[in-house]
């Protein structure tokens, strides 16, 4: 591969931040550009550009002005928009599915559809285009019962109903909401993890595995959010729990983008649940997780870079490396995410952490006077010997924090400890 590379990496959140600064360290890389980025990014040497991850044709035109090699993409809605499409079409590299790969987020019905065709184990389920219908669909369910809005949501799109008011409530407020499709589903039960799988065509690697903490709140209890925190490596997970992982859940997925001509370049996230029957989706996403790239990413001792070239060149993918180190996040939100962030949160300076360290998201200001700009705002990161000195490093610095509009989990990372 060539060095002196110039890159983009799309979006502006941690993710983005994560991917940036992975990037940044490879020694084949001259340049890191991030559009629109955030403010934090000029701690970790990336410039950012300020055009909207929306605006596809600014970021065609940018990256063919400056010239560069390959673009990452990080969020879901700009894949969904065709970015790859209008990119490939005008020569430009790019790491990111193409839009009709994409819909195996930006549709359920369609990812299930998928699941079906190529037999990949997941939730038994039935899609309803009315509210109506779908209420009647209630009858074949036992509670509690998933619902799940068809479209994009953030993450925030899924409601576990324990009763059939609450079903119902659910079901009418997403078909008001504007959602043609809702799809049921029985509530599996049972551990839930991530799984980054880097494809190119008909290849893949496998990055480091994490686990995500979905609700809001302490021991899990209120509504699903973009994700309040994750951890890597999985303690928990047994090796041949993983083994069936792959051979039931990634392979079947890998042989229906080969048989269903995807050409998929990018990574294919899977959400998945090791139930009492087997590993089973839940979802399928194609990007990095957010918040779990940020703890994923310093695990791999490749070089990032040399990873993702070899994908957007359909070169042989290399076996990812893990080191031995324990990484822990907690996300910090404004007060009233996930349903009414509170905007300009004052944040102030940050203290400089000896264990920790910070990755940056919806954040506006400067560096002497950060304002939280709305949602998740940044992730404290530790990286240890193992996840009880991770865990205690975060929430150390955490609590010398004087963040009175903001909030954040006080038990990311326990279930590995708990269990």
Known sequence: ??????????????????????????????????????????TIGVETVPIEETDLDGLLDFAQSKHVDWTFVGPENVLCAGITDKFEK??????????????????????????????????????????????????DFAYPVVIKEDGLAGG??????????????????????GQTAVV??????????????????????????????????????????????SYSP????????RQRMIHEIVKPTMNGLVQGNYHYCGVLYIGLMMTEGGPKVIEYNVRLGDPETQVVLPR????????????????KLPEIEENDQSVLGVVVCSKGYPTHPAP???????????????DYANVKGDLDNLIGDGGRLLMVISEADNLVQAQDNVYSYLSKLDLPDCFYRHDIGNRALRD
């Open 1 to 42: 591969m060539k060095d002196d590379l110039v890159l983009l990496v799309v979006g502006s959140g941690g993710r983005e931040f994560a991917v940036a600064k992975k990037l940044k360290e490879s020694r084949h890389v001259k340049t890191v550009y991030c559009a629109p980025g955030n403010v934090g990014m000029q």
């Open 90 to 139: 005008a020569g430009q590299k790019i790491f990111g599915p193409n839009q009709r790969a994409a819909q195996l987020e930006g549709s359920k019905d369609y990812a299930l559809r998928f699941m079906n065709k190529y037999d990949v184990p997941t939730a038994r389920h039935e899609t309803f285009t009315s509210a109506e219908t779908c209420i009647a669909g209630l009858k």
């Open 156 to 177: 925030k799109g899924v409601t576990i109903a324990q009763n059939e008011a609450v079903a119902q409530e659910t079901i009418k407020e997403m078909f008001a909401g």
């Open 184 to 229: 049921l589903e029985e509530c599996l039960v049972g551990p839930e993890y991530s799984m980054f799988v880097v494809v190119s065509e008909d290849q893949f690697t496998i990055l480091p595995m994490a686990q995500d903490h979905k609700r809001v709140g302490d021991g899990d209890k209120g509504p699903n959010t973009g994700g309040m925190g």
């Open 234 to 241: 999985l303690p928990q997970l047994k090796k041949e729990d």
């Open 300 to 315: 791999v001792k490749n070089d990032f870079a040399e990873l993702i070239d070899a994908a957007v060149n359909h070169e």
């Open 344 to 358: 300009n949160v004052k944040i102030g300076k940050l203290p400089h952490g000896t264990n920790t360290y910070i």
